[in-house]
């Protein structure tokens, strides 16, 4: 398996993603729409992404749990950052986890399934 998303790796995917839909790349409806897909080829142990696929299932989570590290009401600023810190991750993971997933899927897509003859 490969190697999980480090938090600065994951904004740096953000900027990049959000970027490159300006310059060309996959735009923000193709990698959303290339979710569900991701989702059911990782369930079938056809894509390799099922760590990184629970980390985010995790961080979304956390986000919507109303039990949170650092609450909102008593810590002001700092209850609101961590929520801030996760979404960015968040948003930074699964933008490079889908732009991975579609290439992985364009290469998928111009192999002949079979097997080596020997």
């Given at each position: ?9 994951a904004f740096s995917a953000l900027a990049r993603a959000l970027a ?43 986000i919507v749990s109303p039990v949170d590290l650092l609450p909102e ?18 948003a930074g993971s699964v933008l490079a986890e889908t732009e991975r ?18």
């Amino acid at each position: 398996m490969g190697k999980t998303l480090k938090r600065t790796a994951a904004f740096s995917a953000l900027a990049r993603a959000l970027a490159a839909g300006s310059r060309g790349g996959p735009s923000l409806g193709a990698r959303l729409g290339a979710l569900p897909r991701m989702i059911r080829a990782t369930t079938r142990g056809e894509y390799d992404g099922g760590l990184r696929l629970a980390l985010m299932t995790a961080a979304t989570a956390y986000i919507v749990s109303p039990v949170d590290l650092l609450p909102e009401i008593p810590l002001a600023i700092f209850g609101l950052a961590d929520d801030a810190v996760m979404v960015t991750w968040l948003a930074g993971s699964v933008l490079a986890e889908t732009e991975r997933f579609l290439e992985w899927e364009a290469r998928r897509s111009s192999v002949i399934p079979g097997h080596v003859a020997s």
